[in-house]
């Protein structure tokens, strides 16, 4: 099998890989072990994504820094006042990642102008009274800010997980921990993930009715822009970690799952909605097959 390398909306995963720095794993690695790739689910019963039920970018955070031995100061909340001095304070001792934020106040991303409703984390570098300096991994190192705008985002009134102006300090390691044998012990974490209730093949069924009747511009728009990109290269990038440590049947799955993921780009682009829908009901058992593999390999 060949690895998938190349630019994508790897927002947190990139954003662990600037913290940790040199002893990074690939980030690839970091984003399997952030539990993502294991599951689908439908928010609010109409929004996708390639991730599992109940899963969210907090949560995959703290676990791949977890399986990692790595560990963080996180904070959140008060008045803006207060975030931005604890901001401050922060920076004086080095880079901090921020986020969740919304994506639509980055005004220096083309065609943002306010709130898209999208979830996104940064590297803050340095702040004085008029901008914040910031390394975006959706392409824009060494991006400058004006405050209102970055406390806008920071905010995330648009973003329903997350607390605002959450942000991660002090990172260090609490383990040595192998990059092979951080996936190792993340497998049962994926397995919860796949256990998880209403299940992802049910999501998957369920996303192919809502194709099937139509899809609305708006879900076609979040899917053929992010959530098929981000959903084909973390399926690509987890079967890499599977197989590198053994599992092969398992990763034969998900080599399987992202390319199905992956084939849902061109119907959706192309407004075939009956050709996306027949896609994920070949995608939606695959599911109850990987977990039958993480199971018994």
């Known amino acids: 099998m060949i690895a998938y390398r190349g630019s994508g909306p790897y927002c947190y ?19 399997t072990l952030t539990g993502s790739p294991f599951g689908v ?9 390639f991730d599992p039920p109940g899963w969210d970018p907090e949560i995959g955070v703290d676990d791949a820094m977890a399986a990692l031995g790595w560990a963080a100061e996180t904070t959140s909340g008060g008045d803006v006042d207060a975030a931005l001095d604890r901001l401050s304070a922060s920076l004086a001792n080095g880079p901090v990642m921020v986020g969740p934020v919304e994506m639509g106040h980055l005004r220096y991303q083309p065609g943002m102008t306010g709130p898209v409703r999208a979830d996104h984390y940064l590297v ?41 102006f959450t942000s991660r300090t002090n990172f260090h390691r609490t383990a040595q921990v192998d990059p092979d044998d951080a996936i190792r012990a993340s497998l049962d974490r994926a397995i919860h993930w796949l256990r998880a209730e209403p299940g992802s093949g049910t999501a998957a069924l369920a996303l192919a009715e809502l194709f099937e009747s139509g899809c609305e511009d708006d879900v076609r728009e979040q899917l053929v822009d992010f959530v098929i990109r981000v959903g084909a290269r ?14 092969t ?4 799955v998900v080599t399987e799952q992202a390319r199905l993921v992956g084939a849902l780009q061109h119907p959706l682009v192309t407004g075939d909605d009956r050709a996306a829908a027949a896609v994920l009901r070949e995608l ?8 039958r593999h993480l199971d018994v390999e």
């Open 13 to 31: 995963s990139h954003s662990l890989v600037m913290m940790i720095g040199a002893d990074a794993p690939d980030v690839g690695v970091v984003e």
């Open 41 to 49: 689910q439908l928010v609010g019963g109409s929004l996708p994504f």
């Open 124 to 164: 803050a570098l340095g702040i004085d009274d008029e901008h914040v300096l910031l390394h975006d991994p959706q392409g824009y190192p060494y991006a400058r800010l004006p405050v209102g705008d970055f406390v806008a985002a920071w905010r995330g009134d648009t973003i329903d997980y997350g607390e605002p």
């Open 234 to 247: 973390r399926l690509a990038d987890a079967a890499t970690c599977l197989h590198r440590v053994g599992r």
């Open 249 to 252: 049947g398992a990763a034969a």
């Open 284 to 291: 939606a058992p695959t599911y109850d097959v990987l977990l």
